[in-house]
């Protein structure tokens, strides 16, 4: 397995972690050789294998992992155990943590926060402020969106749009 990137001298201290920046050593998916990346703990948070990649200032660190072809951008933060992989994204400030887990075709983005056992997967979208936990499941082209909150063992799957803060699914 070639390396496709390095840890660089440049750090920040983030809830008393070190995390480097990264920087691409050689060319694969959208990003080019000496592309700057965000914020890692340890090599173990993002594989080498694949179109992976943590861009912007996003930050990913503990044991979360981040594989396969899934991107973390923005100001995203994924952290714990969670992890986003195939082609999962998590942007804007969304943060993904616990043992959740984002994959398939999935978007995490602006504030919302997917966490303890969740899955959110196949081409759902969770985003503005919504949250997704316990061990809630959103799936298929469901979007979770607004202030919404789906928790316990909730499946929200199809074609549905949950919005607003009354929504709120157990």
Same mark, same amino acid.
């Given at each position: 397995?070639?390396?496709?990137?390095?840890?660089?001298?440049?750090?920040?201290?983030?809830?008393?972690?070190?995390?480097?920046?990264?920087?691409? $050593?050689?060319?694969?998916?959208?990003?080019?050789?000496?592309?700057? +990346? +965000?914020?890692?703990?340890?090599?173990?948070?993002?594989?080498?294998?694949?179109?992976?990649?943590?861009?912007?200032?996003?930050?990913?660190?503990?044991?979360?992992?981040?594989?396969?072809?899934?991107?973390?951008?923005?100001?995203?933060?994924?952290?714990?155990?969670? =992890? !986003?992989?195939?082609?999962?994204?998590?942007?804007?400030?969304? =943060?993904?943590?616990?043992?959740?887990?984002?994959?398939?075709?999935?978007?995490?983005?602006?504030?919302?926060?997917?966490? +303890?056992?969740?899955?959110?997967?196949?081409?759902?979208?969770?985003?503005?402020?919504?949250? !997704?936990?316990?061990?809630?499941?959103?799936?298929?082209?469901?979007?979770?969106?607004?202030?919404?909150h789906v928790l316990g063992c909730a499946h929200v799957h199809g074609e549905v749009e949950l919005a607003g $803060?009354?929504?709120? $699914?157990?």
């Amino acid at each position: 397995m070639a390396k496709k990137y390095i840890l660089t001298d440049e750090t920040v201290n983030h809830n008393g972690r070190t995390l480097y920046r990264i920087k691409a $050593i050689r060319d694969f998916g959208e990003v080019m050789e000496g592309d700057l +990346g +965000g914020f890692i703990e340890s090599e173990r948070n993002l594989s080498h294998e694949g179109n992976a990649w943590v861009g912007d200032e996003a930050r990913v660190y503990e044991n979360a992992r981040v594989f396969e072809n899934a991107q973390v951008y923005g100001e995203a933060q994924v952290y714990d155990n969670a =992890q !986003v992989f195939e082609y999962g994204q998590v942007y804007g400030e969304a =943060q993904v943590y616990g043992n959740a887990r984002v994959f398939g075709n999935a978007w995490i983005g602006e504030n919302a926060q997917v966490f +303890g056992k969740a899955l959110v997967f196949d081409r759902a979208w969770v985003f503005d402020s919504a949250w !997704v936990f316990d061990s809630a499941r959103v799936y298929g082209k469901a979007w979770v969106y607004e202030r919404a909150h789906v928790l316990g063992c909730a499946h929200v799957h199809g074609e549905v749009e949950l919005a607003g $803060i009354t929504d709120t $699914i157990q």
